[in-house]
C-alpha cells in the first residue's frame, strides 16, 4: 500500500478568531492559498520521485530534493504554527515550561525577546523557531531560512513564528515588528507545553494536534 498523501489540516478555529491581531482575510489567504501549495508541492515531488525510481536517468533527482525539503518543511511548520495560536491564548507559559525557559534564556521575557528579534531580522523569508535540542536537553531559539534552511539536526518544534511577507503584508504592510509584538496575544501556551513535554519526553510528536 502507498504511503498517504499529505493533506492541509483545517485551521482549528474560525479564520477571524484571532482578529484583531491577525485578521480573517490574512488568515483565509495565509492557510487556503500559501499552506495548501505547500501541501500541494509535496504531494507533486512525491509522485515526481516516484516516477523517477522507474527511470534511468536522475538527473532532476537534486532539484526534487531541494523541493521536497522546502514543501514539507512549510507543510510542517505551518500545521504548527495554527495550532500554536489560539483565540484563547497570551498571557505566560507556567509550570514545567517556565521552568526551561528560566533555565535556558533567563525567563520568559527573554525568551520573548529573542524570538521576537529572530522574527524580525530574518533576511528574506523565514521562521523564528523554538525548539527541543534532545542532545544537550534544552530549548534553543532557531533563525529558519525559507522553511528548511539554518535547522539543527533533531530539533523539535515547539513554537513556529512565520516571518515570511505573506504572514504579515494584508494586515501589517511594512510594519513587520508590529506583527512580530501582537501575535504573542494569541499564542497558544497549552499547545506549546504539551510539544514540550511530548519532546522532552521523547516521545514521537506530530505536527498537528
Ligand atoms: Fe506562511
Redesign the pocket.
Known amino acids: 500500500m502507498a504511503a498517504e498523501s499529505y493533506t492541509l489540516p483545517d485551521l482549528p478555529y474560525d479564520p477571524g478568531a484571532l482578529k484583531p491581531h491577525i485578521n480573517g482575510h490574512l488568515m483565509e489567504l495565509?492557510h487556503d492559498k500559501?499552506?495548501a501549495a505547500y501541501v500541494k508541492g509535496a504531494n507533486t515531488t512525491l509522485e515526481k520521485l516516484a516516477d523517477l525510481r522507474g527511470s534511468a536517468d536522475f538527473s532532476t533527482l537534486a532539484q526534487l530534493e531541494r523541493n521536497l525539503a522546502f514543501n514539507v518543511s512549510?507543510h510542517v511548520l505551518?500545521s504548527i504554527?495554527w495550532t500554536n495560536l489560539s483565540p484563547d491564548g497570551g498571557g505566560e507559559p507556567t509550570g514545567p515550561l517556565a521552568d526551561e525557559l528560566e533555565r535556558s534564556f533567563g525567563g520568559f521575557d527573554g525568551f520573548r525577546r529573542h524570538m521576537t528579534e529572530a522574527a524580525s531580522t530574518v533576511q528574506g523569508s523565514g521562521w523564528a523557531l523554538a525548539a527541543w535540542e534532545p542532545v544537550a536537553g534544552r530549548l534553543l531559539v532557531q533563525q529558519v531560512h525559507d522553511h528548511q534552511g539554518n535547522h539543527g539536526q533533531g530539533m523539535v518544534p515547539l513554537l513556529a513564528i512565520?516571518a515570511?511577507e505573506?504572514?504579515y503584508y494584508v494586515q501589517y504592510l511594512n510594519e513587520k515588528v508590529e506583527f512580530f509584538n501582537a501575535i504573542w496575544n494569541v499564542v497558544n501556551w497549552p499547545d506549546v507545553q504539551r510539544r514540550f513535554e511530548q519532546a522532552r519526553a521523547g516521545e514521537l510528536v506530530g505536527a498537528t494536534s
Do not use: N
Open positions: 495565509h500559501h499552506h512549510g505551518h504554527f512565520d515570511w505573506h504572514a
